[in-house]
């Protein structure tokens, strides 16, 4: 029966002030299993759940949807600076394009910081492990260890928390937290549930992703990074159960700029008493509520991206007819060129090289040079020297509106003109 405990802290003599050197009782809260819990979701809910889901098929089948990829792509380096240690950091999107490029063109070595790197570093290890996740015939405890690890690397406990912890108060102590996990030996048998939950299909995707995160982060089972793996597990659980291709959905961002209704909901999840009862379905349904609001706006957001981008792409489209015009050349290149093809793939990768593109189009370097020369001239790339034998093209529309979509999605009223970013975004590109 979910319910908080009572619990004894010894005094931690080294502690650097009075306050910080207290021992006293502290409760720490011990949640029901989801396995065999008797949920049933109030209509209300059911019908948000199954409008959520069907707004997220109608993204998924958006002419746009490959551009939409490269939006979460580019949204996970938002998290990554919102959600870890380098927080506060400055990593544009196009510093952190330079250092992603690097990782694949041997000609790019320069042009970026440090802390691009390491965003882009962590943003590949974040899809990696999300992607092997996804794969895995079933999830163990030991892939969500592993994803903690690929997450945090830096990170000096690795593996399942053997220790209490909390969240907020001190660091000394529990006794002034905000929310007290379960105790250590709770953890393991309570992370077996949550997986055994994970790999089963008792409720709808959206629902079981809601539940699988406020579960997860009720056991808060690492000593740190919690929030990180607790939000990728969102998209897992979406992405196996067939309902995105890949991780296409901020909602994670939206319950960063929600904070405050995030909290609330998830202390709503924590009910008192047998599951089951009016109080558990109530609280239960109120995280839900928050949960799938977070969805809908998120798949607004993504679908304004889809949208702003397919007049992009119909805007590159009338530029490139003229300037083929101008040049002699028939209006309309072949539906498989090579310039063709560039287009329809720089919204997922608006930073390339002529290396790059012959290796994600599979032709010669004389083609790709040809293909970014063509779009250079049409204005739809910009050249940039990156080194000193090797010449970038950005696609800096591209750039401008995942910058605009990132200032919206950290603005609580999805609108920085009504509200400003509540955290560290790209400045507004200049007009």
Same mark, same amino acid.
């Given at each position: 029966?979910?319910?908080?405990?009572?619990?004894?802290?010894?005094?931690?003599?080294?502690?650097?002030?009075?306050?910080?050197?207290?021992?006293?009782?502290?409760?720490?809260?011990?949640?029901?299993?989801?396995?065999?819990?008797?949920?049933?979701?109030?209509?209300?809910?059911?019908?948000?759940?199954?409008?959520?889901?069907?707004?997220?098929? =109608?993204?998924?089948?958006?002419?746009?949807?490959?551009?939409?990829?490269?939006?979460?792509?580019?949204?996970? =380096?938002?998290?990554?600076?919102?959600?870890?240690?380098?927080?506060?950091?400055?990593?544009?999107?196009?510093?952190?394009?330079?250092?992603?490029?690097?990782?694949?063109?041997?000609?790019?070595?320069?042009?970026?910081?440090?802390?691009?790197?390491?965003?882009?570093?962590?943003?590949?290890?974040?899809?990696?492990?999300?992607?092997?996740?996804?794969?895995?015939?079933?999830?163990?405890?030991?892939?969500?260890?592993?994803?903690?690890?690929?997450?945090?690397?830096?990170?000096?406990?690795?593996?399942?928390?053997?220790?209490?912890?909390?969240?907020?108060?001190?660091?000394?102590?529990?006794?002034?937290?905000?929310?007290?996990?379960?105790?250590?030996?709770?953890?393991?048998?309570?992370?077996?549930?949550?997986?055994?939950?994970?790999?089963?299909?008792?409720?709808?995707?959206?629902?079981?992703?809601?539940?699988?995160?406020?579960?997860?982060?009720?056991?808060?089972?690492?000593?740190?990074?919690?929030?990180?793996?607790?939000?990728?597990?969102?998209?897992?659980?979406?992405?196996?159960?067939?309902?995105?291709?890949?991780?296409?959905?901020?909602?994670?961002?939206?319950?960063?700029?929600?904070?405050?209704?995030?909290?609330?909901?998830?202390?709503?999840?924590?009910?008192?008493?047998?599951?089951?009862?009016?109080?558990?379905?109530?609280?239960?349904?109120?995280?839900?509520?928050?949960?799938?609001?977070?969805?809908?706006?998120?798949?607004?957001?993504?679908?304004?991206?889809?949208?702003?981008?397919?007049?992009?792409?119909?805007?590159?489209?009338?530029?490139?007819?003229?300037?083929?015009?101008?040049?002699?050349?028939?209006?309309?290149?072949?539906?498989?060129?090579?310039?063709?093809?560039?287009?329809?793939?720089?919204?997922?990768?608006?930073?390339?090289?002529? =290396?790059?593109?012959?290796?994600?189009?599979?032709?010669?370097?004389?083609?790709?040079?040809?293909?970014?020369?063509?779009?250079?001239?049409?204005?739809?790339?910009?050249?940039?020297?990156?080194?000193?034998?090797?010449?970038?093209?950005?696609?800096?529309?591209?750039?401008?509106?995942?910058?605009?979509?990132?200032? =919206?999605?950290?603005?609580?009223?999805?609108?920085?003109?009504?509200?400003?970013?509540?955290?560290?975004?790209?400045?507004?590109?200049?007009?």
């Amino acid at each position: 029966m979910a319910g908080y405990l009572e619990a004894s802290w010894v005094a931690a003599w080294e502690a650097p002030s009075k306050r910080d050197r207290r021992g006293g009782v502290y409760h720490p809260y011990s949640p029901d299993p989801l396995m065999g819990m008797p949920f049933v979701v109030s209509p209300e809910i059911g019908q948000a759940a199954a409008r959520g889901e069907d707004l997220i098929r =109608r993204l998924v089948a958006h002419p746009a949807s490959h551009g939409v990829d490269g939006l979460a792509r580019f949204l996970l =380096r938002s998290e990554a600076i919102a959600s870890s240690r380098i927080e506060g950091l400055q990593a544009s999107p196009q510093q952190v394009a330079l250092a992603e490029l690097a990782e694949c063109d041997a000609g790019v070595s320069k042009g970026f910081t440090a802390t691009a790197r390491l965003v882009a570093n962590n943003v590949t290890a974040l899809r990696r492990a999300v992607t092997d996740l996804v794969a895995a015939e079933t999830v163990s405890t030991a892939d969500i260890v592993a994803l903690h690890k690929a997450l945090l690397p830096d990170e000096k406990q690795h593996g399942l928390r053997e220790v209490q912890n909390w969240v907020g108060g001190g660091g000394w102590h529990p006794l002034d937290a905000e929310f007290v996990p379960p105790p250590p030996g709770q953890v393991g048998p309570l992370m077996e549930d949550l997986v055994s939950y994970i790999n089963g299909a008792g409720h709808t995707p959206l629902i079981q992703a809601a539940l699988v995160h406020a579960q997860f982060e009720t056991i808060h089972p690492f000593t740190d990074g919690n929030g990180r793996v607790g939000r990728a597990l969102i998209h897992t659980v979406l992405t196996r159960r067939g309902l995105t291709p890949s991780a296409i959905l901020p909602i994670s961002l939206v319950l960063l700029t929600r904070s405050d209704m995030y909290v609330d909901g998830l202390e709503a999840y924590r009910y008192i008493g047998a599951p089951g009862t009016p109080e558990a379905q109530t609280s239960l349904n109120a995280w839900l509520q928050v949960f799938l609001s977070a969805t809908t706006t998120a798949v607004e957001q993504a679908e304004r991206f889809a949208d702003e981008l397919t007049q992009l792409h119909a805007d590159w489209a009338e530029r490139h007819r003229h300037f083929r015009e101008a040049q002699g050349l028939r209006p309309v290149p072949r539906a498989d060129s090579a310039v063709v093809r560039l287009l329809e793939l720089l919204p997922a990768v608006p930073l390339v090289t002529a =290396r790059t593109v012959e290796r994600l189009l599979s032709i010669t370097h004389p083609a790709a040079r040809q293909a970014l020369e063509e779009l250079a001239g049409a204005g739809i790339l910009h050249p940039k020297q990156v080194e000193r034998n090797t010449r970038g093209y950005l696609a800096r529309e591209i750039f401008d509106l995942l910058t605009l979509t990132e200032r =919206r999605l950290a603005s609580t009223r999805w609108d920085t003109r009504e509200s400003p970013p509540r955290r560290v975004t790209p400045a507004r590109p200049q007009r």
